[in-house]
């Protein structure tokens, strides 16, 4: 993971100033937490005005799986029981097929931006990928103004910042 992200600084600075549009500049956060005892795991967030709206991490998928009823525990008591099952239910369930992400997927979703052209970036399947595509500043109004009809099969959360993107530019 570290070889993807880098300096997590430069990658910040390139997220919140290189990339974003002119438009979303000052109003897009990321931020990226480790703790003690985390074996190497991360925890990512985006914030729009300084709101949360989006967090990346192991937690963040397992409870997910927990609260809609993908584990086989309901209510897990202790840490063996709140990660029974974690791999093959990641395993089981596509990045496509639900709303949360790992670390890792969202480190492997800005190594994919990144290396590829923008219009291939915002026409992914991986709903990462678009995330970091529709807050790109080399996206126009006409190719913003294509995509507005092109967001009911997206989850509600990148609905959201390509609404937020609409917006900031008038669209």
């Not at 997220?15 to 937490?33: N, P, W």
């Not at 290396?115 to 006409?142: E, H, N, Y």
């Given at each position: 993971?570290?070889?993807?992200?880098?300096?997590?600084?430069?990658?910040?600075?390139?997220?919140?100033?290189?990339?974003?549009?002119?438009?979303?500049?000052?109003?897009?956060?990321?931020?990226?937490?480790?703790?003690?005892?985390?074996?190497?795991?991360?925890?990512?967030?985006?914030?729009?005005?300084?709101?949360?709206?989006?967090?990346?991490?192991?937690?963040?998928?397992?409870?997910?799986f927990i609260e809609n009823g993908y584990t086989k525990i309901?209510?897990?008591?202790?840490?063996?029981?709140?990660?029974?099952?974690?791999?093959?239910?990641?395993?089981?369930?596509?990045?496509?097929?639900?709303?949360?992400?790992?670390?890792?997927?969202?480190?492997?979703?800005?190594?994919?931006?990144?290396?590829?052209?923008?219009?291939?970036?915002?026409?992914?399947?991986?709903?990462?990928?678009?995330?970091?595509?529709?807050?790109?500043?080399?996206?126009?109004?006409?190719?913003?103004?294509?995509?507005?009809?092109?967001?009911?099969?997206?989850?509600?959360?990148?609905?959201?910042?390509?609404?937020?993107?609409?917006?900031?530019?008038?669209?």
């Amino acid at each position: 993971m570290s070889k993807i992200l880098g300096f997590w600084s430069a990658m910040r600075r390139y997220l919140e100033q290189d990339m974003i549009a002119d438009s979303l500049k000052g109003r897009i956060r990321y931020s990226c937490t480790t703790y003690v005892g985390m074996d190497g795991c991360y925890i990512f967030e985006i914030r729009v005005d300084g709101k949360q709206i989006k967090r990346f991490s192991w937690e963040t998928i397992m409870t997910y799986f927990i609260e809609n009823g993908y584990t086989k525990i309901k209510d897990p008591r202790g840490i063996r029981e709140y990660w029974d099952g974690f791999s093959e239910l990641k395993e089981k369930y596509s990045i496509n097929d639900r709303t949360e992400y790992t670390d890792d997927e969202f480190c492997k979703a800005l190594e994919k931006y990144r290396t590829q052209d923008i219009r291939t970036s915002i026409k992914s399947s991986d709903p990462l990928v678009r995330m970091f595509a529709i807050l790109d500043g080399r996206l126009g109004k006409r190719t913003l103004t294509k995509l507005k009809d092109e967001t009911d099969y997206l989850p509600e959360w990148l609905k959201n910042l390509y609404k937020l993107r609409f917006e900031a530019e008038q669209i």
